[in-house]
């Protein structure tokens, strides 16, 4: 049913790259969402007005706040669609993330004032009265949340979308939210025993730890994230499998939303090497990233003296000096520069970004190392971040 609504309502749903497709593709979902949800509130809103029940009445706005997501989402993604422009010149795409923060905000406070109007109702019970109907009611609406579910996440996957796939999220919590409020219903009808008011404060609990995760979700990519750690291998791959290429390091990649990025890498090549043959192949390896991987990438060119056998020793021994000292670092741009008194052994070091160990104290690490080999030895260390770490 979901491709066949994918392929009826989306013109050239196969082309899930195009900012115009991806528009489309909301559109389609927040279009079911804001109907059903708007449905569910609703029905659920009449039902537990006219059987006295505060847990069905904050499943109803429950229902109310996602149609509201929706609509929010929808403006999100029609502003993440508009073209670069003289004051965005990456895009507007991170707009989808803004409008998810703001339904977050949403849910976050009506959860909260939710949880207050259980309160009350603990304090002041008034027993509900069962219906079958109400039974009825809460039974649809969860299969029609859990379809809800399966239709955001398959949409979301499609076009790599952290909102859809954040809403996906939102409705299977719905279920065993509405699926709490009708055990409290069948519990108090068996028993007598009024559990109303605990189940409405376990229904704002769940819309509260939503909100607190959907907030997380949609701030991460702002603040700026670790890149997708198949994305990196693929660039990897992609740079390394070029003749002449000797190593990267240094690669940074951004994102400006899904399927936007931007990318800079370091690229080491022969020194002895025509530089208007490597700078050829610099272009040709950055106009082939961007086709295969749509990846804007920008390539500094790195000259690696490779046919010195003493400065090859010597960087094969501080390499493993280093990899003694942490698996984790890594070294490149190695060069020596000598001198009647003393050589100079220049580098730089790539540390993880939340590294423990000092600067200072790691620079001293190695240096003692090194001059195991010979005291004449200075090392002019430069430590780098890796940007490109995949550890979340």
């Known amino acids: 049913m979901i491709n066949r609504l994918v392929k009826m309502f989306i013109k050239d749903y196969q082309k899930t790259t195009s900012p115009v497709v991806r ?230 990649v951004h994102s400006y939303g899904a399927d936007n990025y931007f990318a800079s890498v370091h690229v080491e090549v022969p020194a002895n090497r025509d530089i208007l043959e490597s700078h050829d192949l610099m272009d040709v390896i950055e106009r082939d990233v961007f086709t295969d991987l749509n990846v804007n990438l920008v390539i500094h060119m790195d000259p690696l003296v490779t046919d010195d056998e003493s400065v090859n020793i010597l960087r094969k021994q501080v390499n493993d000096i280093i990899a003694q000292i942490d698996s984790e670092l890594s070294m490149h741009d190695f060069r020596v520069v000598a001198g009647k008194t003393h050589s100079n052994l220049i580098f730089d070091v790539v540390v993880p970004p939340a590294y423990k160990t000092g600067d200072t104290e790691l620079r001293e690490l190695i240096d003692t190392e090194i001059k195991k080999i010979d005291s004449t030895y200075n090392s002019v260390i430069t430590l780098d971040r890796k940007y490109t770490s995949t550890t979340n």
Not at 30 to 40: D, R
Not at 72 to 80: A, E, H, M, N, R
Not at 85 to 102: L, N, Q, V
């Open 23 to 252: 528009a489309r593709y909301a559109v389609l979902a927040g279009t079911v969402g804001i109907i059903s949800n708007l449905l569910l509130f609703i029905i659920k809103l009449i039902a537990g007005t006219l059987f006295n029940s505060i847990a069905v009445t904050a499943d109803a706005v429950n229902n109310l706040t996602d149609a509201g997501s929706s609509i929010i989402t929808l403006v999100g993604f029609k502003i993440s669609g508009k073209p670069a422009d003289d004051k965005h010149p990456y895009g507007h795409a991170r707009a989808e993330y803004i409008t998810g923060f703001m339904v977050s905000v949403v849910i976050l406070l009506l959860g909260l004032e939710l949880i207050k109007s259980s309160f009350i109702k603990i304090i002041n019970p008034d027993p509900i009265k069962f219906s079958y109907i109400t039974v009825v009611v809460l039974v649809v609406s969860i299969f029609i949340k859990l379809w809800q579910g399966l239709f955001n996440k398959n949409l979301g996957k499609r076009i790599n979308s952290t909102a859809l796939e954040a809403t996906s999220q939102d409705s299977i919590n719905d279920v065993i939210s509405t699926s709490a409020v009708l055990a409290s219903a069948v519990f108090a009808r068996l028993t007598g025993i009024q559990v109303d008011g605990y189940m409405g404060v376990a229904v704002a609990l769940f819309i509260i730890y939503s909100g607190i995760k959907l907030i997380s979700e949609t701030m991460n990519p702002l603040l700026g994230t670790a890149p997708d750690a198949g994305l990196i291998s693929d660039i990897e791959r992609k740079v390394l499998g070029y003749e002449g290429v000797l190593g990267i390091h240094d690669l940074v």
